[in-house]
């Protein structure tokens, strides 16, 4: 049973939870731990940190403390490249062992915390992160929980795990950069340094640049050949409007045994276009590349590197938060 008593009569009794404190030194954190034993010379501190009256005794049948509650699903609720903290204050917060996509079971994670006392939080599905990121964090509200509660979440943790990284893959790329007008010289390329940037954020072997009339019949011919040499990623810029004489989108659906999309809700960034040929990947990139410094480019180019099945329905999910 629990019980409020002052902080006075709780002298050799354990502590329910554990205690946080902020201090005017700037110290944030655990004062006191879950267990700790209360001596004569932790009154002032604890009263110091706002504790006159303190929670003892234990839990009854059918209850379960913060700690457990979150303990008994935490590594549940990861998959692949993610580390546990330790339990603090009743919470977990989860980072990142590699370099790669964030990705959530966004069903699972809404199902969780409808379940009541739970609350798990996290970052954006399918941003890229690095060793060590935080990615979420999760807790229960109240400093204990009822039993069918922590039944519940283990049993919609059965269909897997909510949150998982998937480490960047080294690619084989080769680029076609296409457009009149460059291949004869009549202006300077200003794709090339924009790939260059791109590309060095990943583990990539870049197979070579290839400059192109605009040339349908060539398109498809050079992509051949980079599919020859083993691909995973063949990147075509230029010609990806919807002019008349814009013809790299109708190579690429040539070249793709499965067209996906061309143009998608984002802005800067509407041409994005995206095929597979068996397990390469063929991406137009969009001309806003070339002088923004973000595009829908820079949100899907991570999720090929690391090896995500890319689906039409993907794409369109980007139209809430798509006006970057």
């Given at each position: 049973?629990?019980?409020?008593?002052?902080?006075?009569?709780?002298?050799?009794?354990?502590?329910?939870?554990d205690?946080?404190?902020?201090?005017t030194?700037?110290?944030?954190?655990?004062?006191?731990?879950?267990?700790?034993?209360?001596?004569?010379?932790?009154?002032?501190?604890?009263?110091?940190?706002?504790?006159?009256?303190?929670?003892?005794?234990?839990?009854?049948?059918?209850?379960?403390?913060?700690?457990?509650?979150?303990?008994?699903?935490?590594?549940?609720?990861?998959?692949?490249?993610?580390?546990?903290?330790?339990?603090?204050?009743?919470?977990?917060?989860?980072?990142?062992?590699?370099?790669?996509?964030?990705?959530?079971?966004?069903?699972?994670?809404?199902?969780?915390?409808?379940?009541?006392?739970?609350?798990?939080?996290?970052?954006?599905?399918?941003?890229?992160?690095?060793?060590?990121?935080?990615?979420?964090?999760?807790?229960?509200?109240?400093?204990?929980?009822?039993?069918?509660?922590?039944?519940?979440?283990?049993?919609?943790?059965?269909?897997?795990?909510?949150f998982?990284?998937?480490?960047?893959?080294?690619?084989k790329?080769?680029?076609?950069?296409?457009?009149?007008?460059?291949?004869?010289?009549?202006?300077?390329?200003?794709?090339?340094?924009?790939?260059?940037?791109?590309?060095?954020?990943?583990?990539?072997?870049?197979?070579a640049?290839?400059?192109?009339?605009?040339?349908?019949?060539?398109?498809?011919?050079?992509?051949?050949?980079?599919?020859?040499?083993?691909?995973?990623?063949?990147?075509?810029?230029?010609?990806?409007?919807?002019?008349?004489?814009?013809?790299?989108?109708?190579a690429?659906?040539?070249?793709?045994?499965?067209?996906?999309?061309?143009?998608?809700?984002?802005?800067?960034?509407?041409?994005?276009?995206?095929?597979?040929?068996?397990?390469?990947?063929?991406?137009?990139?969009p001309?806003a590349?070339?002088?923004c410094?973000?595009?829908?480019?820079?949100?899907?180019?991570?999720?090929?590197?690391?090896?995500?099945?890319?689906?039409?329905?993907?794409?369109?999910?980007?139209?809430?938060?798509?006006?970057?």
């Amino acid at each position: 049973m629990i019980k409020k008593i002052r902080v006075e009569d709780a002298i050799g009794l354990p502590l329910l939870h554990d205690f946080t404190a902020i201090m005017t030194d700037g110290f944030k954190g655990v004062k006191f731990k879950r267990d700790h034993i209360v001596r004569e010379e932790d009154i002032d501190e604890l009263k110091n940190i706002g504790k006159d009256h303190i929670y003892v005794g234990e839990l009854e049948k059918g209850q379960v403390h913060e700690v457990d509650a979150i303990d008994e699903i935490s590594s549940l609720l990861v998959g692949e490249n993610i580390n546990i903290s330790d339990i603090s204050e009743g919470k977990i917060t989860l980072t990142s062992k590699v370099r790669g996509v964030f990705v959530i079971n966004r069903k699972l994670l809404r199902a969780i915390n409808e379940i009541g006392d739970y609350t798990i939080s996290s970052k954006r599905s399918y941003i890229s992160v690095n060793p060590d990121d935080k990615l979420a964090g999760g807790r229960i509200v109240p400093l204990w929980t009822e039993r069918w509660q922590v039944e519940k979440a283990k049993e919609i943790l059965k269909e897997g795990p909510v949150f998982e990284v998937k480490e960047f893959k080294k690619l084989k790329v080769g680029c076609i950069i296409t457009g009149d007008e460059v291949y004869y010289g009549r202006i300077k390329d200003a794709f090339k340094p924009v790939l260059e940037e791109k590309l060095s954020n990943f583990p990539s072997e870049l197979l070579a640049y290839t400059f192109l009339p605009d040339d349908e019949e060539k398109l498809v011919e050079t992509y051949k050949t980079y599919k020859k040499m083993g691909a995973d990623l063949v990147i075509f810029t230029g010609g990806m409007s919807v002019d008349p004489d814009d013809i790299t989108p109708s190579a690429i659906r040539r070249a793709g045994s499965e067209f996906i999309i061309q143009g998608i809700p984002m802005q800067p960034g509407n041409m994005l276009t995206l095929a597979r040929d068996g397990k390469t990947y063929l991406m137009g990139v969009p001309g806003a590349s070339i002088h923004c410094k973000i595009t829908s480019f820079d949100y899907f180019l991570p999720r090929v590197f690391a090896g995500l099945d890319l689906k039409k329905e993907d794409f369109l999910e980007m139209a809430e938060g798509g006006l970057l």
